[in-house]
């Protein structure tokens, strides 16, 4: 199934412009009103992320994308004519733009893996023109963060998967560090960015040495619909395959202690954490799993069947995609939780998983927060959150968790 997306119809009738993974890739094409293709306006083994605007004066469209380096976004520009692709941004990181009616100016906030982001203006040629702000506060200079650094992991079938960590501010190569995985995971999300991160949870676990871990898989939004494909009928099985290849690699370095690799995610990352506990048990030791799907055969048909086709047309796919298939490979340990009242992943998800461990007389942990939804709200999140982090100081540090 082909998606078209981003659709501009032009002014003077003449056609139409959109994005489209017709190719396996995200790329622009132009087409005449009686859906006749006129141009394939980018083509390449990398992805368009939106049409930002389409200059039918000057007949070009200003789009961003991933051209020169994949985990950056930047500004660029091509004409109707599919020709040259001019980068209008230049600084390695992640851009979010937006470009004024005549195409003379955009605005531009950016930022990297280490560095907070900053709003600037330009002119149609890339030039500055000057900054309008920046995110960096005087405060952030007083505190000693870990590095983040990024890099590519090649599976052994050859993909190379853009992967990140956040090291200890004090990292010693001669120690041993737990590794914790976050993912989310889905088909087409993209986790691994050259930007900035406000969520800060990756500094603080890392100040207390533990490698942050992150890495997209060969379904992720990188690969385009080929790597979409890999989803079809298949949820769950080339998540667990490539980060289960992270895992034989982050093997493979003296500093990873490889009797401690967490995982956690909530929603989709629970099910990751799930399958990852279950299916991945021989390279995963921990995980805390929040929300989960377990089965698919419990989630709703119209996100489902979109990638498994219904359980009748796909048995084995169904089969192989569910935490409860597995639970009998159950070794590390595991905690979950999850609200009373989640009207997007209902509760019998995770009912059915604690049904089965317990047959099995698997030791896990489990966490239920009474009319709470899809994810903890305050107050409760507060309690969600420090027994999250209490769960990694005690398994990965043998240590209480204070919460002052």
Not at 327 to 339: E, T
Request: hydrophobic share 35%.
């Amino acid at each position: 199934m082909i998606f078209f997306e981003d659709i501009h119809f032009l002014k003077n009738k003449s056609g139409f412009i959109l994005r489209s993974q017709a190719d396996g890739n995200d790329h622009i094409y132009l087409f005449d009103m009686n859906g006749k293709l006129k141009k394939q306006l980018t083509k390449g083994e990398w992805n368009v992320g939106n049409i930002i605007l389409v200059d039918e004066e000057n007949s070009r469209v200003y789009f961003d994308g991933n051209k020169d380096n994949m985990v950056d976004n930047q500004l660029y520009v091509v004409g109707f004519d599919g020709g040259k692709i001019t980068a209008l941004t230049k600084i390695s990181g992640t851009h979010k733009t937006s470009v004024s009616p005549n195409g003379k100016y955009f605005y531009d906030s950016h930022s990297d893996i280490n560095t907070p982001g900053k709003l600037d203006i330009y002119d149609n040629n890339g030039e500055l023109i000057r900054n309008l702000g920046n995110s960096k506060a005087k405060e952030f200079d007083e505190y000693k963060l870990g590095k983040a650094e990024l890099f590519y992991i090649q599976t052994d079938d050859g993909i190379n998967l853009p992967a990140m960590w956040v090291l200890p501010p004090n990292f010693n190569p001669n120690k041993k560090y737990p590794v914790l995985f976050a993912v989310y995971g889905a088909p087409g999300f993209v986790g691994v960015r050259n930007s900035f991160s406000g969520y800060l949870d990756r500094y603080f676990l890392s100040q207390s040495d533990i490698i942050y871990f992150e890495v997209d898989h060969r379904g992720s939004g990188y690969f385009g619909g080929k790597g979409k494909d890999f989803a079809h009928r298949n949820l769950g099985k080339w998540e667990i395959n490539d980060y289960s290849e992270a895992v034989k690699w982050l093997r493979t370095k003296p500093f990873v202690d490889s009797t401690k690799i967490g995982i956690t995610g909530g929603s989709y990352g629970g099910y990751v954490t799930c399958m990852a506990l279950t299916a991945g048990a021989d390279y995963f030791t921990h995980g805390v799993a929040e929300y989960s799907v377990t089965d698919w055969r419990l989630y709703d048909n119209v996100y489902t069947e979109r990638y498994m086709d219904t359980p009748e047309e796909n048995p084995e796919g169904y089969k192989n995609g569910s935490a409860l298939t597995y639970a009998n490979k159950y070794k590390g340990l595991l905690r979950i939780s999850h609200g009373t009242l989640d009207d997007n992943v209902h509760m019998q998800n995770t009912i059915q998983l604690v049904d089965k461990l317990t047959n099995m007389n698997k030791h896990f942990e489990l966490m239920l927060y009474p009319n709470e939804r899809h994810g903890v709200r305050f107050p409760k999140w507060v309690h969600a959150q420090t027994e999250y982090v209490r769960f990694w100081y005690k398994n990965f540090l043998g240590k209480d968790f204070v919460n002052e």
